[in-house]
């Protein structure tokens, strides 16, 4: 009876079907260990039960080797400790789950920093680095994971672990075998492996020649985990640069900028990316994204050059100098220096998102990994390019070639049909030629990342008969059943066999409610936007953040959508919608959005979940707390509608024995408290306020123009003080504020909860009710960020053949927006607090904060915005039975913690309502909305300040 605990769930299982390449396995069992003794159980497991063993890490691998249909071993969860930085030897010992970006922030107050950096390198572990000899952007300077390997130990499929380095292994029977395998082939190990850098396709043998050290760490380098299990890396650091400077060359082309990255391999230079304009184009065809690249120097090719110094000055003055020198030789049009982090950050990140850009074409068409990673000797990579561009024309074929110009690899999807037939015969005719065509430049299958499933078939178009004996031979020696990733490297799978998005795949027959208009109205084609690069398993930036808290891969926005593919697919997940593994799957979802902006190919998971919820309850009983949560705004109406209704409500709610029977009954999450209703409301108070003041015969002296406030659910019935305070200040400053004259939401718990039929319904009322409005083009002034982002993006996808819900879309703004483009006289004084901010994460994900950091350094308050996103609550999410814990961890992430060590002149703001709730109920302090800043700030004088401060209240 085994301790370590496998995962042998459906739901489990279907999210770790595939990695970011084009393949499909369905594990028999994914195991999670946190001790080397963990993995031992479970080789002896496996072998019992006849499961063959695949390791993965980030499963960021494009090509296909970190899948299979055995036993699963991810690291990645639990076996990610840091066991020694010795700064003295530059060294870190490491278990191989450690993220690369948890290594180098580990390694830099000592000034060091790990050198192979892939794009994915916020999420990719060191482990699945080293078993893949990635690289990155800075490997013309530090090199490949195998040159920054010190020593290994590596569990074998009999359970003994061994430790290899340089000329060094604990296993002398085996190192005596790799020395039998290094003799027998001297000649092929001299002159077919290690010819350039990033020669990565098949085992790394030279490293066993005399020369080399007879290095077994560095061999082990790259075997794609066909030899065994890593239990702890010794890998080397490497000093950082005191300071850097980027300059990006703007060439003619891509073909010019190919042509000069191998002359700019020199001392002082980190990094020679190269991308060309059709890349450019991609990110720009991306919602949002229309300007990106402005930054970049005139061209239609770029490089981007790295260079590193002791001083800020000297490191421009460098980039400066190898400018000016390209310039007088003629070979750069124009050219960009920056020496500010977040300037270069901000070029970095067009490079870094290349791997999801291009997943989707321009036109929008559909881009594959397969000849992903090809490389040539540098000083060929020009002309390589340009027989690639023209043999992907032959085929009638579009891609995106970018990648390390300055050491000859070449990063590339492309839009093959792996839908048909023809289509596979195809991608298996175009992969063919292509390794022919890198074989006649000298290059490699693979420049980094391996061979994986994608290209190991191939490795005799490059190879010799002897080599291949010699790999056979090496993987013998560690593995002489063939226990660990079968297929891969040595006796290798077909390129074409089980294709993901291949043919013959039964897809039930489905009518999406949604328009998914940016993937032709299709379902699948939506989830199939995710091509599992894995930001989304990222601690950088706010997605995701149900898997920044649990770390379990099906909560993550990939595994999500791995789950929802197999619904699709209909072999492993067979239910179709009423598949219970996929609403497992997408139950920790807080349909947060973040993703729909963050994710390099704008996965909209939220928008997938509220799909999948509306089929799966169609005809069907629900949870009590969809009826109660996404029928909030009736219920609330039906309360205004009977007076002292809301009173006695708040009443009742007060008797805490009586607050918990409601909970219970209304299917709510018993550790949460329930909010309460306003006894005036908002459209009350401002239909009696503009009655008095017909009576009194006020007039405001000045009116500029006419706004339309929207009366959102939660601000009417529950914090009409924040729409009050808008009122007075959007008076302040000249304008007339008039209400819709009917009933109107924004259908935002129904959508939230899959009531997408409920949504559109009360979605198209409050489009008749805004008919004059409309008409006369005013401005509608949101409060609330989640309605807001449903008035200027989804109601176009649920009502798109209705022209007025793209009429509304236009017209509506948020508060921040209207005062940050006042240009009249400014009625506010000088506030001068500091100020933490919650940004609701649905603005963040599909609006902007910018308006309102102007607003409030206008005002004169610096203001902390929090960085980890969501704040927990998501409306509906935090109060559904069995999500408080998770809904309080990301509090506590930072929102919490910052709250409560506030200053007692610090403000707390927080514009959604669900924001303010979660402050006030994690922490017991109240949190303001924009508008009442405002207000408070009418009534200030130069120099100070009467605006009402966070305070604790009853909670």
Known sequence: MTSVAFRTDLTTRAAYVSDASIYRRVPAAVVEPHTVEDIREALRTAAERGWP?????????????????GLVIDTSRYFNEILQIDPQARTARIRPGVVCDALRDAAAPFGLTYGPDPSTHSRCTVGGMVANNACGSHSVAWGTAAENLVSLKVM?????EIEIGADSCSDPVLEDRLRQVRDAHLMVLRTELGQFPRQVSGYGLHYLLPENGFDMAKVFAGTEGTCGVITELTVRLVERPQATALAVLG?????????AAPLLRRPGVYTVEGMGADLLAALRSRPGRETAGSELPEGGGWLYVELGAGTADEAGDAARSLVDALMREGRILDSVVVTGHDEARALWTIREASAGIVTRLPDGGEAWPGWEDSAVPPEHLADYLRDLYALLGRHGLQGIPFGHFGEGCVHLRIDFGLGTEDGVAGYRSFIEEAAALVARHGGSLSGEHGDGRARSELLPVIYSAEALGAFAEFKAAFDPDNFFNPGVLVDAEPIDQGIRPGPGIRHFDLTPVHAFSRDGGSFVSATNRCVGVGLCRSDVGSMCPSYQVTRDEVHSTRGRARILAEMLRGESVTDGWQSKETLEALDLCLSCKACSSECPVNVDMATYKAEFLYHHYKGRLRPMAHYAMGWLPLTSRVLEAIPGSARLANWILGFRPAEELVKRLAGIEPKRRMIHFAPVTLR???????????????RPAVVRSTVMLWPDTLTNFNAPDVGQAAVEVLEALGYRVVLPQGQVCCGLTWHSTGQLDMAKKVMSQSLDALEEALSQN???????PSCTVMLTHEITELLPDDPRAAQLAGRVVTLAELVAEHDGAWPFGVVDAPAISQVHCHQEAQGTYDPDMAVLRKLGIDTDVIGSGCCGLAGNFGFEPGHFEVSQALGERELFPKVRAKGESTLVLADGFSCRTQVQQGTGVRAQHLAEVLRGALSSEAGGQSVPQGVPVEG
């Open 53 to 69: 063993v695949t390791c993965r890490g980030g499963g960021t691998s494009v090509a296909g080797n970190a899948i299979g249909d």
């Open 156 to 160: 074998l499929a009999d359970g003994r």
């Open 251 to 259: 060439f003619a082309d891509v073909f010019d900028a190919a042509a």
């Open 684 to 698: 009350k108070w401002f239909a009696k306020r503009a009655a008095a003041i017909e009576a009194e015969g006020e």
């Open 778 to 784: 005013l401005p509608i002034v949101g409060l609330e």
